[in-house]
């Protein structure tokens, strides 16, 4: 890898953490829920590159599949279509803000902290093509928890159904 | 068929009691959305089919078990890729959560309050809750802890708000949420943290990754970290402080039968975990079952013994004050949390054992007393204690029922109860650990107070003067309140086979 | 293998169970089984008396089964009964008091088959107490006792009677839990020793005070473990501080169930201490026997203070029990031969004397309903057999000769003096302080100018003195020929006196 490259590379890291980071305090702290919404599709968006950092091919296209394609777009649809939600001001308020700031911060400095002075069970070398062995994967070994997974989808479909059905007969 | 595919199809033949869930609760799904009429509460009725067929597939294979020399290790199984065991721990406690989940379907037959058009969802939901607490106590690996818990948590969620027009559900299912959902994504950052480093999701490989090591690669902070996080989602599970804030609200809530679920099934699965996770993962075995902790900074039992103690003592303090009947089981059931917390600081196959004893009179206890609050729901309409008064002399029976069940969870001989806080307080005090045992037995005199009260209430205030006025009571009532009650009483005065049978169950634990 | 010991202590509870059975309104039917169920028990524990060996040393109508075995846990409960010279005086005690005590509450209206059917389980609970020979069985004998009186006094009881049942529950509860660690520290000694003593015996009170097994207990931490015994003892006898839950008890609790209370429960923390306590662990019972004594002292004399400035009739005889249990611990700590005697002969002596009180009190609150001292006067004329009785009962209690608590506590001071000198001469103040109450309190009850207002009072009847006579006889009886009961005693309370005497000789 040459300088340059390495350069932008970096440049380019920096500049999707800084739209990670920053589309995220948009989502925590705006006041407007719709605003705070919108936000998020940068988050994800963001997610997704790092995932492209750390050459996850199958968590990028899964996330912008899932998360931006379809989660955010459900809340988007659930933010819009609520009546007059703009006008709601409590929606996003918050409270106790000084005593947060000073927990959020005591536990991202223990954070920090953990995170630089271990040494990470690290994996070198390029992964490579990650669907296919993701898919062996979780038709053979974790087959498991693949079809758990599946149950909790069920149970949470029939839950949500069950709780939105009794909002619309009132 | 590939080699791996086959391994898996014979898996399913040890999986037989989850996949009957499974399949039951695809029936109830496909039979509730058939137009063909059925009669009240049959949906229930199946469900309690697929429970007691799980249950004799569960009878089956504890049987192998035992025959298969059973002892300690050899009677490991390890299923679908060693993420699942199938050992005589996690039989037992399968065992307690099919009667959970069955006392759960018999406590809902005459509660009132549930909405008959959601009987379909409601034992679907209670059938993915009872898989979940199987697979709870069964996973041998983050992930299927991780996912164990999930499916547990998720239709809690929506049961606990299941009276859709009562703002306390409503607000008891929000609580439930919210605090789930922070508890578990606290708990997935703390399980991330410990595969990063140990490169591995499964308990014994992270255990064996911590022990390989000649220089300690990870800070001391770090195992903390990740383990206070991973406390966070199991601790709000069993509801000990200070994760047990949504516990009274929730309790109060939420449809008394999901009450009584969630004070005791999920409180066990987590116990179940939390063992299998602090002995298999974060400590080191010597002869004669007991155990240290893997590294000599992280002292988790420490941690452990000072949230047992906080949380027996916030439980019973503030249970004093309640006026609420169910309130008051909610802050019952968080002491409890701290007893039962105690069994897993003695580090030993005793105190695994005190736990596995105690959970199953606490079934019983538990159930007993919120299927008073039932009752006292159905014929008198109330749930408060002052509903309470002068009970005892106009329905004897359920009243001295609910006063058994209260004073064996204070801990009174001749009860089931007391055997159990025995053999805890046994383990506590033969690990030398008197502080803790005289704050536990400090505590159970504290719960005496408030358990009392009740029984105050329905035996010594309001007496009539002549003759009472008899209630009316049910059928229905009297049998299932002798059903709970028996148990407790026997255990009480003949508890040898169920030591034997926990003995045998922790018998994983080193022999 | 005799099963007599198994009849007396669950024949009352076979009644209760009758008695639940017998449909509610049947009442004279439920205190017909009540009579039966505890005249069995009586009468079996009078053969019990007179079949009792006075010369030989051990138990004796042992039972003994194992309960629970858990082999791998090295664990063995006992169903283990029998009785030495302490606990037969006390088993006969229980007997007659029991069975007095339905008499007594002939008269109760509201609850009947409840009140029987719990009065019956006390019974169980308190001969199991007395009978049993194994810890584990002990303790749960000794809870079971409590959940009926909380109902008894909480049901059946005066103005304040839910605020003294839990009163009396929660300070009996903590004392309990004591002896619960207590027992669990033997079993873990047993465990960490099995040389000297199998961890499958641990539990079992004879082995426990073998005199090979009982020389291990040395130490602070036994000495730790004595104290919380003792705590736990202590609150039923009840001991200054820990007393306070009596008067309001005994204030509150129906007449039969404070005669129960103040005749049998009081004795249970004595007899706690002279089965567990003092033989087998002696060497902590010689080094806390000046503090025993102190706090004797303190019950005795502040008891019969307190006594003096009663104005309830019943608080004052409560107060007076507090005084006389004193004398118990007195005699205990000064461990010779005579005081040991008569600590355990003033067991049975005020249970009988104590009992004869709180009839006669129930009596004249059945009449009066009230029971204020100043507010009487002159009932001798109106009620002679029942003034008669009553001097009876108050010579008896503050010592008159000829009477039997003139033996106990004579024989307690006699052998105390030796020992602790002071704490005697002290002691003896007690009893004329004693007399002191009970004069003042005779002089105004029944002396001076006949009231109007009492003028319709009738006599005592025929039910209630058939529960005072045999009573009044016994006290008579034993203060003429005390030897029945002491006998009986000696040899029992020489083992224990020696368990304690060797060990202060060799500290």
């Known amino acids: 890898m040459t300088t340059l490259t390495s350069a932008l590379y970096h440049a380019a890291f920096y500049a999707d953490m800084v739209l990670t980071v920053g589309s995220a305090c948009v989502v925590a702290f705006s006041k407007n829920i719709v605003r705070s919404a919108f936000s998020l599709l940068l988050t994800f968006v963001g997610v997704a590159g790092l995932y492209g950092f750390l050459e996850a091919d199958f968590l990028v296209a899964t996330q912008l599949l899932i998360y931006v394609g379809g989660i955010l777009v459900l809340l988007l649809f659930a933010v819009m279509l609520t009546h007059r939600i703009s006008n709601i001001k409590a929606s996003n308020e918050t409270s106790f803000s000084a005593l947060a700031a000073l927990a959020a911060t005591g536990i991202f400095l223990v954070l920090v902290e953990v995170g630089t002075k271990t040494h990470w069970d690290v994996k070198g070398g390029p992964l490579g093509e990650s669907t296919r062995p993701i898919g062996l994967l979780l038709m053979g070994d974790y087959l498991l928890p693949f079809e758990v997974a599946a149950m909790i989808l069920l149970a949470a479909l029939i839950g949500a159904a069950y709780l939105a059905r009794n909002a619309i007969r009132k | 068929m590939s080699p791996t595919a086959l391994a898996l199809v014979q898996d399913l033949r040890l999986f037989l009691p989850e996949v009957i869930l499974v399949l039951t609760t695809l029936l109830v799904i496909v039979l509730d959305v058939t137009p063909v009429r059925k009669s009240h509460r049959a949906l229930l009725y199946l469900t309690f089919c697929g429970l007691l067929l799980s249950g004799i597939y569960l009878l089956r294979h504890y049987v192998d078990l035992r025959e298969s020399g059973g002892r300690a290790s050899s009677s490991n199984v390890l299923l679908f890729g060693n993420s699942i065991a199938l050992d005589p721990f996690a039989v037992y406690f399968k065992g307690l959560f099919l009667l959970v989940g069955l006392l759960t379907g018999v406590l809902s037959i005459r509660y009132k309050k549930l909405n008959p058009a959601g009987e379909g969802e409601y034992c679907v939901l209670l059938l993915c809750s009872t898989l979940g607490l199987f697979l709870m106590v069964g996973s041998r690996t983050l992930l299927m802890a991780y996912l164990g818990l999930e499916l547990v948590s998720i239709p809690s969620f929506v049961l606990a708000g299941f009276q859709r027009d009562s703002r306390l559900s409503n607000e008891a299912a929000l609580k439930y949420t919210i605090y789930g959902a922070i508890a578990s994504g606290i708990m997935l950052y703390g399980m991330s943290l410990l595969f990063g480093l140990a490169g591995s999701l499964d308990f014994a490989a992270i255990r064996h990754a911590l022990e390989g090591q000649t220089e300690l690669r990870a800070s001391p902070l770090l195992l903390s970290v990740s383990m206070l996080m991973i406390l966070a989602g199991f601790g709000y599970k069993i509801a000990c402080v200070p994760f047990h804030m949504w516990c009274p609200d929730v309790y109060e809530g939420a449809p008394t039968p999901i009450t009584a679920f969630l004070s005791v099934g999920p409180k066990a699965a987590g116990f179940g975990v939390i063992l299998r996770f602090f002995y298999q993962s974060l400590s080191t075995h010597s002869g004669g079952g007991d155990w240290t902790p893997i590294v000599d900074q992280l002292q988790w039992p420490i941690v452990l013994s000072v949230l047992s103690v906080a949380t027996m003592t916030v439980g019973n303090l503030a249970a004093v004050a309640q006026t609420s009947l169910k309130r008051l089981m909610a802050y019952s059931s968080i002491a409890h949390a701290g007893y039962l917390l105690m069994g897993v600081v003695v580090l030993s196959k005793d105190g695994i054992f005190a736990i596995l004893f105690y959970l199953a009179v606490y079934v019983f206890m538990n159930f007993g007393a919120f299927l008073f609050v039932v009752f006292l729901h159905d014929l008198v309409g109330s749930e408060d204690i002052e509903g309470c008064r002068g009970l005892g002399w106009r329905a004897p029976f359920p009243c001295i029922a609910m006063a058994i069940c209260l004073f064996s969870l204070t801990g009174l001989p001749p009860l089931g109860g007391f055997i159990g806080k025995f053999y805890l307080f046994l383990g506590v005090i033969g690990r030398e650990l008197y502080w803790l045992a005289i704050l536990g037995v400090l505590n159970s005199v504290v719960s005496l107070v408030y358990y009392a009260r009740v029984v105050k209430a329905m035996f010594l205030e309001n007496i009539p003067r002549g003759e009472a006025e008899p209630l009316p009571v049910p059928f229905f009532y009297s049998a299932a309140f002798a059903v709970l009650v028996a148990p407790i009483l026997l255990l009480g005065v003949y508890w040898a086979p169920l030591v034997k049978l926990a003995r045998y169950s922790s018998s994983i634990f080193g022999a | ?507």
Not at chain 3, 383 to 398: E, Q
Not at chain 3, 492 to 505: G, M, P, Y
């Open chain 3, 1 to 507: 293998m005799s099963h007599i010991l198994s009849l007396i202590t669950f024949i009352p509870l076979l009644g209760m169970l009758v008695i639940l059975c017998l449909p509610r309104h049947q009442k004279d039917w439920i205190r017909f089984v009540s009579v039966f169920s505890t005249a069995l028990p009586l009468a079996l524990s009078i053969s019990l008396f007179l079949d009792f060996e006075n010369g030989s040393k051990g138990m004796q109508f042992v039972e003994n089964c194992d309960w629970i075995r858990i082999p791998d846990y090295k664990l063995r409960i006992q169903y283990k009964l029998g009785v030495d010279g302490v606990s037969m005086p006390l088993v006969l005690l229980t007997g007659i008091l029991s069975f007095l005590a339905v008499f007594a509450s002939w008269e109760t209206t509201k609850g009947v088959k409840a009140y029987f059917a719990l009065l019956l389980l006390l019974e169980t609970g308190m001969m199991g107490v007395f009978c049993s020979l194994d810890f584990f069985l002990f303790y749960v004998f000794w809870e079971v006792m409590l959940l009926p009186m909380y109902f008894l006094i909480g049901i059946w009881g005066g103005p304040r009677k839910e605020y003294a049942a839990i009163k009396f529950f929660l300070y009996t509860l903590f004392g309990s839990v004591l002896l619960l660690l207590a027992m669990l520290a033997f079993y873990f000694h047993a465990k960490e020793n099995p040389n000297v003593l199998d961890p499958m015996d641990a539990f079992d009170l004879v082995r426990l005070a073998d005199a090979n097994v009982r020389l291990t207990f040395t130490g602070l931490f036994w000495q730790v473990v004595f104290v919380a015994m003792f705590i736990g003892f202590a609150i039923k006898v009840p001991v200054f501080p820990f007393h306070t839950w009596l008067p309001d008890a005994h204030v509150e609790a129906p007449t039969a169930i404070s005669v129960i209370l103040a005749g049998v429960l009081l004795k249970m923390g004595v007899y706690g201490l002279l089965r567990l306590s003092l033989p087998i662990l002696p060497e902590a019972a010689a080094w806390f026997a000046p503090f025993m004594a102190a706090l004797g002292l303190i019950n005795i004399v502040y008891g019969a203070l307190v006594a003096m400035a009663q104005t309830d009739l019943k608080k004052m005889v409560a107060y007076s029990s507090v005084s006389h249990m004193g004398f118990c611990l007195v005699g205990m700590a000064a461990n010779t031969e005579a005081a040991m005697m008569g600590a355990a002969f003033q067991m049975f002596t005020h249970g009988l004397t104590s009992a004869m009180l709180f009839l006669l009190v129930g009596v004249i609150y059945d009449r009066a309903h009230h029971r204020v001292i100043k507010d009487f006067g002159g009932l001798a004329f109106q009620m002679p057999v029942y003034t008669g009785i009553t001097t009876l009962a108050f010579m008896a209690s503050l010592g008159l000769p000829g009477l039997c608590n003139f033996v106990s506590e004579a024989l307690v001071l006699l052998g105390s003096f030796d020992a602790y000198r002071t704490t005697t001469i002290i002691s003896a103040t007690g009893i004329i302080f004693g007399a002191g109450y009970f004069l003042w309190c005779f002089q105004r009850v029944f002396m001076g100018p006949a009231k109007e207002r009492y003028s319709m009072m009738p006599d005592v009847n025929g039910r209630e003195l058939f529960t005072l006579v045999p009573l009044g006889a016994l006290v008579v009886f034993l203060g003429v020929w005390p030897r029945a009961m002491l006998d009986t005693m000696t040899v029992s309370l020489k083992n224990v006196q020696d368990a304690v005497a060797s060990a202060t000789r060799g500290g």
